[in-house]
């Protein structure tokens, strides 16, 4: 039960402070910026990571989790619990968030400004590189260290600079899920649903190309 509390709270955290700044920003009219929207969810990331690396591998995201098991790098029979533990935790992330700040009408939702097609592109290209950063410091569920933190932190820093005024930069379904059903703001939450499975997915077959001995388990390989 540790590894699926951790999944819990560390999504559970990371929705809550992510999602939390685009809703303070929202109903303060700007006030944290989309900037320091970006710097929250680099932030929050780098810190669950540190936190709950060695217990659970620190996914929280079913993308990641997926795309672990598709590595060879994780148990398929966890897989359900797993993302289970992370929907739940993205989802009492929302309701406190709702709570607190009743008239927010986007909760921190995943809404693109683009027309779905390159939206979901976007998306998938996004976890792309996400899941390629994870794949490469990680060995087996757990989580390299200092060099984990930092590096998936800091891509999540990046994509949420530059992809978050077109998509919000989800790159997890959990993420998205919660705080779009929550807010009602569910049109095109289908692709934020897909598109981050296919990227991770995709990350994944493209590193066993270049690296395969770190891309899934050596007994399978």
Not at 41 to 58: D, H, P, Q, R
Not at 122 to 149: C, W
Not at 189 to 204: E, F
Request: one cysteine or more; a neutral charge; glycine letters at 10%.
């Amino acid at each position: 039960m540790k590894k699926y509390i951790s999944e819990f709270i560390g999504t559970f955290s990371l929705i809550f402070c992510g999602t939390g700044a685009m809703t303070i920003n929202e109903v303060t009219g700007g006030e944290v910026t989309h900037v320091g929207i970006g710097i929250t969810w680099g932030l929050i990331v780098m810190a669950m990571i540190y936190a709950f690396g060695e217990t659970s591998g620190a996914h929280f995201n079913p993308a990641v989790t997926i795309a672990f098991a598709y590595a060879k790098k994780f148990a398929w029979k966890e897989v359900p619990k797993y993302i289970v533990a992370q929907i739940l935790g993205a989802f009492a992330a929302s309701l406190i968030l709702v709570f607190l700040f009743p008239t927010s009408e986007f909760l921190g939702s995943t809404i693109p400004t683009v027309d779905v097609g390159r939206a979901f592109v976007l998306e998938l290209l996004l976890t792309f590189f996400l899941m390629v950063v994870i794949i490469n410091v990680s060995t087996g569920s757990k989580e390299i260290g200092v060099v984990a933190g930092i590096a998936v932190g800091a891509v999540v820093l990046l994509e949420a600079l530059f992809a978050g005024p077109i998509t919000n930069a989800s790159m997890n379904p959990a993420r998205s899920l919660a705080p779009n059903i929550v807010s009602g703001n569910i049109k095109n939450l289908w692709l934020y649903m897909i598109a981050p499975v296919l990227g991770a997915l995709l990350a994944v077959a493209s590193c066993k190309l270049v690296k395969d001995e770190n891309c899934c388990d050596d007994s399978n390989c």
